[in-house]
């Protein structure tokens, strides 16, 4: 299949691997030329083709894949003046697929999705979870909106990149889904921040603390996880603040829209502001534990 990416980040660049090397072709198309240095070389990408626009790559892709930062990144892509709907009017032929992966208000990804309709071309929110690593291994946890027809069609490509993709509902309930995922894994982040600061500063070893807590019901992937990774001193990004940040934010603006109490979500989107603010979004949402640290130390 002619698989168009958009978004050859941190993530978006291990998951369009897995699709050339599960034997589709890559037509690509890149803000920055360094993002596509490693599609140049044939002996790693020989199925990638570069384009000069995402119009070029939907008039050549039968399914274009999102995975960009915000949705005014997706809504330049998809509808700017040489966006992947100008493409499909140039190509003239109906049936092509955007597929963002990307992770944006759920109200957005509607709102796009409709405009791209009035052009015959499908849309599915297909945002993810599982972070570089995830991406690296294809085993992202993937959560879509969108038609089951279409959903049905894209799967395959789903497969090759994580290790579950679940239709939610329709337009933007996949974003919604990711919302609720990121509440859960940033108030989960900033709880084992606070167990663990609470613990080193009562005098006891948070090592020990964890590896008890492991064996109970405060089990879970990120105590596991992020807990060594924490104990390891390893902040190097895999998710950066500045994108928790963010994720957090669309959550507080659905709340706001909705009328909802978040209290918990308000205040680790509150600490993520401070990580940002203090210089310390590129480093990995986990290093909240030394912004805790901080705060805790005496002066």
Known sequence: MDVGFIGLGLMGHPMALHLEQAGHTLHLWARRPESL??????????????WSSPAEVAQHAAVV???VADAPDVEAVCLGEQGLAAGAVLKNEPGLIVVDMSTIA???????GLRLAEHDIEFLDAPVSGGETGAINAALTIMVGGKPEVFDKV???FDK????????????????????NQILTGVGVMALAEAF???????????????????GFAYS???????????DRDFKPGFKAWMHQKDLRIVMEEAHRLGLMLPSAAAT?????????????ESDSIAVLTLLEKMSSPE
Do not use: W, Y
């Open 37 to 50: 240095a490693p599609f140049i070389d044939k002996s790693v990408a020989a199925n990638a083709r570069i």
């Open 65 to 67: 894949i999102l995975m």
């Open 106 to 112: 759920p109200d957005a990804a509607r709102r796009i």
């Open 155 to 157: 799967k395959p490509l």
């Open 161 to 180: 990149m994580g290790k579950s993709a679940t239709l939610i509902g329709g337009s933007g309930a996949g974003q919604v889904a990711k919302a609720c």
């Open 197 to 215: 600061n609470f613990a080193a500063k009562s005098g006891v070893d948070p090592a020990r603390v964890r590896e008890a807590l492991l064996g």
């Open 221 to 231: 992937k990120i105590l596991e996880n992020h807990g060594q990774r924490m104990l």
């Open 269 to 281: 989107a509150q600490m993520f502001n401070a990580m940002a603010g203090g210089g310390m979004g």
